[in-house]
Nanobody, 124 residues
Framework: VQLQASGGGVVRAGGSLRLSCVAS??????????MGWYRQAPGDQRELVAV??????????TYADAVKDRFIISRDRVKHAAYLQMNNLEVGDTAEYYC??????????????WGQGTQVTVSS
């Protein structure tokens, strides 16, 4: 499994960016149980930003309180992709953003995967 993330950059406060993550998965039968984004600022722990969770009850999205009403996560199940539309960016959003997925693969079971980080820098 490989997660390829893109879309980071430098933007002024109030601006927007869109992050993309595409999962390349080998295997005849697999299921993406969760997919989304975490971030880590220098000196801080990695934190959840927005993630889709799927189980037998359905699908739900969890957003960090700091990004609710500003960020929107979406997904393309056919492409095994997740997108993060980030609006009204704030200086405090500056961080390395990591794509995350939990994927169940037949013969392997559920495992967590991380993409390479993509830097988002918001200037005042």
């Amino acid at each position: 499994v490989q997660l390829q993330a893109s879309g980071g950059g430098v933007v002024r406060a109030g601006g927007s960016l869109r992050l993309s993550c595409v999962a390349s998965i080998s295997g005849n039968f697999f299921f993406v149980t969760s997919m989304g984004w975490y971030r880590q600022a220098p000196g801080d722990q990695r934190e959840l930003v927005a993630v889709y969770f799927t189980n037998e009850s359905g699908e739900r999205i969890t957003y960090a309180d700091a990004v609710k009403d500003r960020f929107i996560i979406s997904r393309d199940r056919v492409k095994h992709a997740a997108y993060l539309q980030m609006n009204n960016l704030e200086v405090g959003d500056t961080a390395e953003y990591y794509c995350y997925a939990n994927i169940w693969i037949q013969g392997t079971g559920p495992e967590e995967y991380w993409g390479q980080g993509t830097q988002v820098t918001v200037s005042s």
